[in-house]
C-alpha cells in the first residue's frame, strides 16, 4: 500500500509563491510518474504538472513558466514550486503516484488559495 502526504498549502497574495512537497511511504512500488493534479470549486480535477522517474516533466499550459515540478528519487518525494501565483491558481491541490503497473494512488490534497 503507497501513502501520500502533501504539504505546503496555504494563503498567498497575487504574485506570491508557494512550495508544495509530496512524500510517498509503504513498500513494493515501483514509480512511472509523479505528479500534481488541482480542483477548484465547480470545476473538473485537471493536470498541473508530472514528473517521470528519469526527471522528463510536463505542464498544463497555465502553469507554464510560473511552476516547477521536481522530484528526489530517495526520499520518494515531489515538489511543485510556484511562483507568480494568480487568483485562478485557487484550488486543491492533489498529489498523484503512477506505478509501473498503471495503477493511481492519490494523496488527500491540500488547498492553495490566491487571495489579497
Known amino acids: 500500500q503507497v501513502q501520500l502526504v502533501e504539504s505546503g498549502g496555504g494563503l498567498v497574495q497575487p504574485g506570491g509563491s508557494l512550495r508544495l512537497s509530496c512524500a510517498a511511504s509503504?513498500?513494493?512500488?515501483?514509480?512511472?510518474?509523479m505528479g500534481w493534479y488541482r480542483q477548484a470549486p465547480g470545476k473538473q480535477r485537471e493536470l498541473v504538472a508530472r514528473?517521470?522517474?528519469?526527471?522528463?516533466?510536463m505542464y498544463a499550459d497555465s502553469v507554464k513558466g510560473r511552476f516547477t515540478i521536481s522530484r528526489d528519487n530517495a526520499k520518494n518525494t515531489v515538489y511543485l514550486r510556484m511562483n507568480s501565483l494568480k487568483p485562478e491558481d485557487t484550488a486543491v491541490y492533489f498529489c498523484t503516484l503512477r506505478n509501473i503497473y498503471g495503477y493511481d494512488y492519490w494523496g488527500l490534497g491540500t488547498q492553495v488559495t490566491v487571495s489579497s
Open positions: 509503504g513498500s513494493g512500488f515501483s514509480i512511472n510518474f
Open positions: 514528473i517521470t522517474s528519469d526527471g522528463s516533466s
